[in-house]
């Protein structure tokens, strides 16, 4: 677990892990990015909106105007000893139409950009809060194969993982980790709430964390 070490200036002071085995550099932390108490409410409503936005919501089912049988009415209104009836397409028949049933739509609602923001801030704090972020000076992307990069996330324990870096790196970084099961990478621009609480552990570079903070503000 990484140990953080609060400042008078409000702010967050850590040490960061190389990945070269030599000695990672000190770095400083906004605390009203990665220090604040961390409101599951918030979490969950930038959450529900990121998954609602992703629904396709292409479900559909044919009324009774839209079955394929006759519209005429099936047989006469009084004589049969049987109930009333309009045309075959009546719910009540098997293969009618559907009553009330669900139509393409759009799932997605609104939620405005300040709230958003909010909400990354909380999750950046919640993993910061619980010891589960790592910051790492860079990641080369200079592997020959994935095996290599593999051996670097056992030798520290990282299963389930999520990457932020730059936007030019994570372009690198994601072509060995598309193959790797729990083990993401996203730029500084694609960060979210959803991926962020998903993975177990958060690693942030000193690049994408500069980026970050002057998003963030």
Avoid: C
Avoid at 131 to 150: H, P, R, S
Wanted: net charge positive.
């Amino acid at each position: 677990m990484v140990k953080y070490q609060r400042t008078k200036e409000t702010k967050l002071k850590i040490k960061s892990v190389n990945l070269n085995n030599k000695l990672g550099k000190d770095i400083t932390l906004d605390e009203n990015i990665f220090g604040i108490s961390p409101r599951p409410d918030i979490m969950a409503r930038v959450i529900r909106w990121q998954l609602a936005k992703r629904q396709q919501g292409s479900h559909s089912v044919k009324t009774r105007s839209e079955g394929s049988y006759s519209k005429s009415k099936i047989y006469k209104q009084k004589g049969t000893g049987g109930a009333r009836h309009g045309d075959r397409n009546a719910p009540i028949f098997r293969k009618g139409g559907v009553y009330k049933g669900p139509k393409p739509r759009d799932h997605s609602h609104d939620l405005n950009k300040k709230f958003r923001r909010l909400g990354i801030k909380h999750a950046l704090s919640s993993k910061v809060s619980s010891g589960k972020v790592v910051f790492v000076d860079e990641i080369k992307t200079n592997f020959e194969i994935t095996k290599d990069l593999v051996k670097i996330f056992d030798k520290y324990g990282w299963q389930s993982l999520l990457i932020i870096d730059d936007q030019e790196n994570a372009k690198g970084l994601a072509k060995f980790t598309k193959r790797l099961a729990n083990r993401d990478v996203l730029s500084v621009n694609g960060i979210n709430v959803y991926d962020i609480l998903r993975k177990d552990q958060l690693l942030i570079t000193s690049a994408a964390l500069k980026q970050l903070e002057e998003k963030l503000q």
